[in-house]
């Protein structure tokens, strides 16, 4: 059965920073590309960044761009999003998601920008 | 990076059919076949309903259909049931190499 299980969310105040993590298994994790979206608590979903399975190609949001830092470790079936210079606005639940095609997601891990 | 466009919400009695549309541009709707439909149950995570404009996984009920046309994908889900009530999000791959999701659609079960 294919298993995404975040962590590393938490509260953190406005330009301080995180690292997120999701472990792998169940699948292949090399072969895939993997995503983060997260989603604002009663709103909608945001795509965040992309990695290719071989980690040699990233993709981000424009929103987070030059703040947030996508990687894997195929070794240990890990990814990560080390985020830094946190906004309010960065507040979410923050999910890993199997391939271009989201399938299947992560439960999620939140985080909470406050002061 | 503009969101893509959805209808707020969508209603329908149950055995009824509803369609949701997802309006984006020639950069990522109308880029490629690479548009996914969502379906997300409060408290529960978001679940694929058909990639690729018209696929469908393995799982998911023939109810559920999707299309596109030029600029707009959408999602037909025929025979209403009670359990489809939740929202259901676009999203399309972009001629930038990046994703963008559509707003969310309510779909509410009379």
């Known amino acids: 059965e294919v298993q995404l299980v975040e962590s590393g969310g938490g509260l953190v105040q406005p330009g301080g920073s995180l690292r997120l993590s999701c472990k792998a298994s169940?699948?292949?994790?090399?072969?895939?590309?993997m995503n983060w979206v997260r989603q604002v608590p009663g709103k909608g979903l945001e795509w965040v960044s992309r990695?290719?399975?071989?980690?040699?190609?990233?993709f981000y949001a424009d929103s987070v761009k030059g703040r947030f830092t996508i990687s894997r470790d195929n070794a240990k079936n890990m990814m990560y999003l080390q985020m830094n210079g946190l906004r309010v606005e960065d507040t979410a639940v923050y999910h890993c998601?199997?391939?271009?095609?989201?399938?299947?997601w992560g439960q999620g891990t939140l985080v909470t920008v406050s002061s | 990076q503009s969101a893509l466009t959805q209808p707020p919400s969508a209603s329908g009695s149950p055995g009824q059919s509803v369609t949701i549309s997802c309006t984006g541009t020639?950069?990522?709707?109308?880029?490629?076949?690479?548009v996914s439909w969502y379906q997300h149950h409060p408290g529960k995570v978001p679940k694929l309903m058909v990639y690729?404009?018209?696929k469908r996984p393995l799982g998911v009920p023939d109810r559920f259909s999707g299309s596109k046309s030029g600029n707009t994908a959408s999602l037909t889900v025929s025979g209403l049931q009670a359990e489809d009530e939740a929202d259901y999000y676009c999203?399309?791959?972009?001629?930038?190499?990046?994703?963008?999701f559509g707003i969310g659609t309510r779909v509410t079960v009379l």
């Open positions: 169940g699948f292949t994790f090399s072969a895939y590309w």
């Open positions: 998601a199997k391939s271009d095609h989201f399938d299947p």
């Open positions: 020639r950069s990522d709707v109308g880029y490629s076949k690479f």
């Open positions: 999203s399309s791959y972009t001629d930038s190499g990046t994703f963008v």
């Open positions: 990695i290719r399975n071989d980690g040699t190609k990233t």
């Open positions: 690729e404009d018209d």
